[in-house]
């Protein structure tokens, strides 16, 4: 069985940080991209950031500068490092792993960030 577990997730005030993790079982996160999607309320799933298998990293233009997605291989784990948060950073954050060979994709039960004004 494939897992992938958020964590770091909670309530900020406007301007503060949040570091989340993904930690990955059942698959070696080094074959896969790895990225981070967001739900809001009513809205649709948006990717954040993502790293490819090289490291290659992109992000969305609302959390560009703001944000640092990485991997550690040997850890099996994805993170990502969100700074000088807005209240519209506010969603369920759901780390994601795709592979194309067998187009697999997989999810995790996503972790709540909500940022006050």
């Known amino acids: 069985q494939v897992q992938l577990v958020e964590s770091g997730g909670g309530l900020v005030h406007t301007g503060g940080s949040l570091s989340l993790s993904c930690i990955v079982s059942?698959?070696?996160?080094?074959?896969?991209?790895m990225a981070w999607y967001r739900q809001a309320p009513g809205k649709q799933r948006t990717t954040v950031a993502r790293?490819?298998?090289?490291?290659?990293?992109e992000y969305a233009d609302s959390v560009e500068g703001r944000s640092t997605i990485s991997r550690d291989n040997a850890k099996n784990t994805l993170y990502l490092q969100m700074n000088n948060l807005k209240p519209e950073d506010t969603a369920v954050y759901y780390c994601?792993?795709?592979?194309?060979?067998?187009?697999?994709?997989?999810w995790g039960q996503g972790t709540q960030v909500t940022v006050s004004s």
């Open positions: 994601n792993a795709f592979n194309m060979r067998g187009y697999v994709n997989y």
């Open positions: 059942g698959i070696n996160s080094s074959d896969y991209v």
């Open positions: 790293i490819d298998t090289r490291g290659n990293s």
